[in-house]
């Protein structure tokens, strides 16, 4: 198994006070933490690149596990999502290798998430920019919580390189008021509502 | 507090290695950045004291928001910088005085020392500006492995009405400094320079 080579890692915390509208008593949170690695399939195809998801999952563990901590723990997290921008000597394939690892980390860091895991992907070069997706951990209806965060790195990802983004949020939009599924009526029996 | 906040973004950066060269231990910068609305926005205001005023009260919390966020005493901070972006509807001047008559001695106060310059720079643009922070030594503005510099960008901000405000701080210097220079076990740290 080949040990990830992590050049380094970025988390960022948005603490939300208000959009214009009244300020909310507890500020929402945002969190993104982008770990940019080697890509060991830089520069060639490679037909059996699977085998990488499972080198990814102690990465992906740790990663949901910081970032969770840093948004002051696995309790507070109703919102995630996940991303990967591949250098441009990868694939966009390379980064659906993130899928796996990257969502089930959080999905068993927050007592088993039901809901699927919002991503997005992209090739491109240092300082691409990476709109997040992200929907509530238990249904993936609940409109309220629908969000994104953009996602960067300056001087990545290189060539060779793969940025892996992780990022959850601590309740819904700051003044969401468009109706539709609301977190308190979520049943949680199979991800949708 | 004086300062109208809409949101506060904190950054924590962590290299571990550099051109295959492991960075141990890994050099850490962190920026934390207020959103704030402009309380001079769109007009021509003579007298910039409430803008001073805020720049005192934002130099500490975002300090202590930034050494918190790498985990560390604020003593053991090694560099900083500072800086601020101005949406349209208002002036560089505005920049100018949250960032320098008294933002930096709340910043001090919470690194234990600063004999430095704190370097800073400032622009006027819209949402998803970058702001470029210089980095330098915060004993000793001479000490050449500090010098160093930060992107930072919030997709949505400064919108046309607000400022946003930027403090950064190091645990270290450039990954793998080797331009010689002063170094930091050379300081003397008396005129903030050397």
Redesign the interface.
Known sequence: MPEIAIRKRIITIEEIFHEGGPPVKTPLRRGALVAVIHNPFAGRYVEEIAGFMDDLKPLGLAMAQDLAAALGGAKAIEGYGKGTIVGAAGELEHGALWHVPGGYAMREILGGAKAIVASTKKVGGPGTRLDVPVTHINASYVRSHFDAMEIGVTDGPKADEMALALVMTTGPRIHARVGGLKASEVKGEDGLR | MKAK??????????????MGQVVDPPVRRAVSIAVIENPFAGRYVEDLQELIDIGEELGGLLAQYAVN?IGIEGSRAESYGKAAAVGENGELEHAAAILHPKLGTPVRKVLGKGAALIPSSKKRGGPGVTLDIPLGHKDAAYVRSHFDGM?V?I?DAPRANEIMVAVAVTDSGRPLPRVGGLTKDQIKGDDGLR
Request: aromatic fraction near 0%.
């Open positions: 906040i809409r949101k506060i973004v904190t950054t924590v950066e962590e290299t571990r290695t550099e966020a992107e960008r997709s």
